[in-house]
């Protein structure tokens, strides 16, 4: 079965600091990786997601998150975090054709302090 | 971009009472609909997946005869919570993936169920 594990479940961080939140996953075969963001009181966004190819993925709003499949990793990184940056970030991961349900970790909330 | 609309956002009822949520694509259709549960600072669980003019597939430990899921068409999905209890409080969010291949999951803004 899949699973996936997000180490840090709250991280606070000053305005302009970089940011890296870990995810690692658990599952037997390909697989396609996701991080999704909820800002207060939205809905889940999709920020970025991995299919294949390029180990290093590129999403909106400048976040990218490297592939590292010799470690089961998948991290969200930003150089420079922004206020607007407080939500909860959540790493997803389904099978390689995509015809299964996301699996979520339980999620990080990011706090951007003035 | 691809929209799910969830309906109703907020549901307060007394116990003993079934609760019908919707799902709705706006802008695409979903041969796969798939309905989670989040409690508070824990994940999103997975409820059931729902596939249009078949019977849902349930999550170990979800009771089918108490979550009744109903994909009756390529854009609606409906959970009804039967005879809802002060314990199936939560806040249930489902998600659309549009046909075809790798299509990516989108999620409705939720609805927080609160029985008293």
């Given at each position: 079965a899949?699973?996936v594990?997000?180490?840090?479940?709250?991280?606070?961080?000053?305005?302009?600091?970089s940011?890296?939140?870990?995810?690692n996953y658990?599952?037997g075969?390909?697989?396609?990786?996701?991080?999704?963001?909820?800002?207060?009181?939205?809905?889940?966004?999709?920020l970025?997601?991995?299919?294949?190819?390029?180990?290093?993925?590129?999403?909106i709003?400048?976040?990218?998150?490297?592939f590292?499949?010799?470690?089961?990793s998948?991290?969200?990184?930003?150089?420079?975090?922004?206020?607007?940056?407080?939500?909860?970030?959540?790493?997803?991961?389904?099978?390689?054709a995509?015809?299964?349900?996301?699996?979520?970790?339980?999620?990080?909330?990011?706090?951007?302090?003035? | 971009?691809?929209v799910?609309?969830?309906?109703?956002?907020?549901?307060?009822?007394?116990?003993g009472t079934s609760?019908?949520?919707?799902?709705r694509?706006?802008?695409?259709?979903a041969?796969?609909?798939?309905w989670?549960?989040?409690?508070?600072?824990?994940?999103l669980?997975?409820?059931?997946?729902s596939n249009?003019?078949?019977k849902?597939?349930?999550e170990?430990g979800?009771?089918?005869?108490k979550?009744?899921?109903?994909h009756?068409s390529?854009?609606?999905?409906?959970?009804?919570?039967?005879?809802?209890?002060?314990?199936?409080?939560?806040?249930?969010?489902?998600s659309?993936?549009?046909s075809?291949?790798?299509?990516?999951?989108?999620?409705?803004?939720?609805?927080?169920?609160?029985?008293l």
């Amino acid at each position: 079965a899949q699973s996936v594990s997000q180490h840090n479940h709250h991280v606070i961080l000053s305005e302009a600091a970089s940011l890296e939140l870990g995810c690692n996953y658990s599952y037997g075969g390909t697989v396609n990786l996701f991080w999704y963001v909820q800002y207060p009181g939205q809905h889940l966004q999709l920020l970025l997601k991995y299919f294949s190819g390029d180990p290093l993925v590129k999403g909106i709003k400048g976040f990218e998150a490297e592939f590292i499949k010799s470690k089961f990793s998948f991290n969200l990184r930003k150089p420079s975090v922004q206020w607007s940056d407080t939500a909860e970030y959540f790493c997803a991961v389904n099978n390689w054709a995509g015809n299964t349900p996301l699996v979520f970790g339980k999620g990080t909330r990011l706090s951007v302090i003035a | 971009g691809a929209v799910v609309s969830q309906h109703p956002s907020r549901v307060i009822c007394k116990s003993g009472t079934s609760v019908k949520i919707e799902c709705r694509s706006l802008d695409f259709q979903a041969t796969t609909m798939f309905w989670y549960r989040q409690f508070p600072k824990q994940s999103l669980m997975l409820m059931a997946t729902s596939n249009e003019g078949s019977k849902a597939t349930y999550e170990q430990g979800v009771e089918k005869d108490k979550f009744l899921i109903n994909h009756a068409s390529l854009t609606l999905s409906t959970l009804t919570v039967t005879s809802a209890h002060p314990e199936d409080s939560s806040f249930y969010i489902c998600s659309a993936r549009p046909s075809g291949y790798n299509q990516p999951q989108h999620f409705g803004d939720g609805t927080r169920l609160s029985i008293l």
